[in-house]
């Protein structure tokens, strides 16, 4: 199971990694999409993987499973899809404003200002 | 146990939904409730600096649960300091928006500038890892909505570009999170620091992971070089009064450099070692060399500013890359200044703005109310360059003092000389082509004169620039609080002693169910 869960963040990462590299508004909120699914599931993992465990106190039971990294999972998960949404919405009134999905700077072409930000 | 000390956090998220809730549509109610909370957060500020500035740690144990279990707030003199210092920012910065009318373009200026502030407070006062992602998130949240006030192509542009890279950032930060979380075992920071202590030689590549990741997501707050790319387009897009708020938002990365690696990683932990001296100061050096050739190769005011903001960045971590006593305070005085300078020569910007067609570097007929704003102006690039009389050069003296026991002490001397003297040029050339070269274009018949700013947005600014005298005037003791700030910072026992010592309530299992 180690493995499953350790490649699944790996690819989700590489993936996400690529996304973001494509620098058109789309393909990087799909790119940040795929690694805060892979963030999310790091969280989970990084309280030790147990099967089958309760997170809370019972009677009886030795064997319990971390509460806290649910937690932090669970503020993840609300913040990166509110977050995700508002991206959405400021990339697609950014793009109906000026015609062009581009995340970085494009140089203006009426001046000779150099671009030295993006 | 005192409340006190949750105040500045609990009042702006009380007063925004108020505002937004009740005075929706009155803009001068809105007004009036904003500036008494900023107002009411500044004595309760000053009355958490005076408590601590005797030392004394001020413990809030969220719903009376000890550390480690619970959440806690933590003020001590830097945490205070810096509320402080944020809530006379506040002041001057909402007076401005008031007085511009910027407040008046978009519907949620005053609940934004609230959530903002609450955000930005909580993450000074929090002595929790994962708090202090939950307010950084916080005051990003505020500061995406507060980046796009006001609409506009190139505004909204730069906010996609502000608000991915801040979300990279979070992401970053919660990969960080979890690698501290599954070495250790708890976020706490009083906690973190005796468990990372105990980590054996052999075992200590997560924790190293960890702490350079952390190092990297508070680098993209501090925009230091490579990480700054998203400051000069956001910070010159932004509406000024909300530019001149986010002054303190790269601070808040500086802070907590200060915090997790005097506390959790400090200069003697072996595990980190090197990481200051050989990564954080040649970084630091880059950044403010980068922001001083940014300021002379801008074509517009507002980059301008950006750069010469970044700069000064370069400049506090320069010194905190030190991870002196003496460094510290200095960087701790130079945060200060270079707050309120920032903030100023952003207002200022804004005050050229009314009266041109653009910011661009241009000859273009003098603008309303000139000479009062070339006065100003020229103050503020006096601030920001470190020319003498003002703050600046002082704060650039004790960086050069606190640098002569570093192995780059050449490099530092000759960077920071440099670097100034670029900036000198930057920003005479920049205020003799705004100010003076104006005189000499003729005014079209058809252009009338705009009318001058208004003078609420005089006094915002005339406030700022006297808060920098004040802060020469007063370099001796304000040199000596920060300095007291780094000692208490280089012996962090009390403050984990308080946190983890004080008990909290007992969780009693009420009887058999």
Known sequence: ?118 | MTHWIVLPIILPALVAPFIVLAARYHIGIQRVLSVAGVLALIAAACGLALQSADGTITLYQMGDWAAPFGIVLVGDRLSTMMVLLTAVLALFVLLYAIGSGWDDRGRHFHALFQFQLMGIMGAFLTGDLFNLFVFFEVLLIASYALMIHAGGNARLRAGVQYVLFNLIGSTLFLFALGSIYAETGTLNMADLAHRVALIGPEETVGIRVAAVLLLLVFAIKAAIVPLHFWLPSSYAEAPAPVAALFAIMTKVGAYAIIRVYTMIFPPELEVTAGLHDTWLLPAALVSLALGMVGVLAAKRLDRLVAFSVIGSMGMVMVSISLFTPAGIAAALYYIVHSTLAGATLFLISDLVRTGRADLKLTQQPTIAGNSLTAALFFVGAIAMAGLPPLSGFLGKLLVLDAAFDSNLVVWIWVIVLTSSLISILGFARAGSILFWKAHSVERGDDIEMMSPPATLSYVAVGGLVSLLVAHTVFAGQVHRYTSTMAAQLFAPEPYISTVLDTPGKLSKPKGDH
Do not use: C, K, W
Request: glycine letters at 10%; a negative charge.
């Open chain 1, 1 to 118: 199971m180690e493995l499953l869960v350790s490649s699944a963040i790996g690819i989700l990462t590489a993936g996400g990694l690529y996304l973001l590299l494509r620098l058109r508004t789309f393909p990087v909120i799909l790119g940040i999409s795929l690694l805060t699914y892979a963030v999310n599931v790091f969280l989970f993992a990084s309280g030790g993987l147990t099967i089958g465990a309760p997170p809370i106190l019972r009677d009886g039971i030795d064997a319990y499973t971390d509460p806290l990294p649910q937690a932090l999972v669970l503020t993840a998960i609300v913040i990166s899809f509110g977050m995700t949404a508002v991206v959405v919405m400021i990339g697609l009134g950014a793009f109906l404003g000026s015609d062009d999905d581009h995340v970085d700077d494009q140089p203006e072409p009426d001046e000779d200002r150099s671009e030295s930000t993006s």
